[in-house]
C-alpha cells in the first residue's frame, strides 16, 4: 500500500504548479481555475476559483489529500474536513514560509528529491542583486481600495535592487490590514509603480489618471509595470519569473 497520496486535489495554483513541476502531476485529480498547466500536463477538472469551489464535484473525485492555501480558503478548509476529507492548509506570507512549504509538500507526496533539486535552484534564482542606486518601488495588489503588497512582494523588491516604499505593511497578512491612501502612496515618491490586480485586468492609464499622482516620477517616466498575477501573486516556484521582470524593469530604470 502506497503511503503518500494517490488523488490529490489542488485549490491553489502554486501547489498544482508546484506538484506538476516535481512529477507528482499524475497524482492530481482536480486543480483550481487559475492554474494553466504546461500544454504537455495532461487535462484535470478544474473544481474551484480561490474564495470559491465546488464541493460536491471534489467529493465524487475522491481525492486523499486537498491542498488549500491562505486564509481566504480557511472556510473552504473546515467545510472539507467536515464532509470527511483530509485536508492541508498552508499560509505562507514570506520567501521563507514559501520555501518551507514547497518542501513540506514534496515530503507530502515523497518527492522530496526532485523538491529539493528545484528549491536549489529557486534559491540560486532569487539571489539578491547589489544596486548602487535603490528605485524606490509601490506594488499594487488591488485598485479599490488601494491594497500594498503582500510581505514575499516587497522581498523580492529589495532582493532585486529596489527599496519597498511600504515596509511596515508588508509584514501585515490579511490584504485589508494593507489599504493605504492614495496620499499615502504620494508622499512615498515612488520612481517605478508595479501592480497586479489580483485577476482584473489593469489599466496603467487609471493611476497615471489619478488626482496628484502626475507629479510622481514614476508616472512622468512612464514607469508603470503590470506583474502577471501567476508570477508575483502565487507563493510558489513562478516568483523566480516575477522576480526576473522587476531586476529587469529596475535595470531599465537605472
Given at each position: 500500500?502506497?503511503?503518500?497520496?494517490?488523488?490529490?486535489?489542488?485549490?491553489?495554483?502554486?501547489?498544482?504548479?508546484w506538484l506538476w513541476r516535481i512529477g507528482a502531476w499524475e497524482r492530481v485529480a482536480g486543480i483550481s481555475a487559475f492554474f494553466n498547466p504546461p500544454l504537455e500536463a495532461s487535462p484535470k477538472?478544474?473544481?474551484?476559483?480561490?474564495?470559491?469551489?465546488?464541493?460536491?464535484?471534489?467529493?465524487?473525485?475522491?481525492?486523499d489529500l486537498v491542498i488549500t492555501f491562505s486564509d481566504v480558503q480557511a472556510k473552504l478548509a473546515v467545510e472539507l474536513m467536515r464532509r470527511g476529507l483530509p485536508?492541508?492548509?498552508?499560509?505562507?506570507?514570506?520567501?521563507?514560509?514559501?520555501?518551507?512549504?514547497?518542501?513540506l509538500l514534496a515530503r507530502v507526496v515523497g518527492c522530496e528529491a526532485a523538491g529539493?533539486?528545484?528549491?536549489?535552484?529557486?534559491?540560486?534564482?532569487?539571489?539578491?542583486?547589489?544596486?548602487?542606486?535603490?528605485?524606490?518601488?509601490?506594488?499594487?495588489?488591488?485598485?479599490?481600495?488601494?491594497?500594498s503588497g503582500i510581505g514575499w512582494v516587497g522581498e523580492l523588491i529589495e532582493r532585486a535592487g529596489g527599496e519597498d516604499v511600504f515596509p511596515e505593511l508588508r509584514h501585515r497578512r490579511a490584504a485589508m490590514e494593507r489599504v493605504v491612501l492614495p496620499a499615502?502612496?504620494?508622499?512615498?515618491?515612488?520612481?517605478?509603480?508595479?501592480?497586479?490586480?489580483?485577476?482584473?485586468?489593469?489599466?496603467?492609464?487609471e493611476i497615471s489618471a489619478r488626482p496628484g499622482w502626475e507629479q510622481l516620477a514614476a508616472v512622468r517616466s512612464g514607469r508603470i509595470h503590470e506583474l502577471p498575477g501567476e508570477d508575483i501573486l502565487q507563493p510558489g516556484f513562478r516568483l523566480i519569473h516575477g522576480f526576473r521582470q522587476i531586476k529587469q524593469h529596475l535595470e531599465a530604470a537605472a
Open positions: 500500500m502506497n503511503r503518500h497520496p494517490q488523488r490529490i486535489v489542488c485549490l491553489s495554483a502554486e501547489a498544482a504548479d477538472p478544474r473544481v474551484s476559483g480561490f474564495s470559491s469551489a465546488n464541493l460536491e464535484q471534489i467529493v465524487q473525485l475522491r481525492p485536508v492541508l492548509a498552508t499560509n505562507q506570507r514570506t520567501l521563507a514560509e514559501i520555501e518551507n512549504t514547497l518542501a529539493e533539486k528545484l528549491l536549489a535552484e529557486f534559491r540560486e534564482r532569487l539571489a539578491p542583486v547589489t544596486r548602487a542606486v535603490r528605485p524606490r518601488v509601490y506594488f499594487e495588489e488591488w485598485n479599490n481600495p488601494l491594497i499615502q502612496v504620494c508622499a512615498t515618491r515612488p520612481e517605478i509603480i508595479f501592480a497586479s490586480w489580483c485577476g482584473k485586468p489593469f489599466h496603467a492609464a
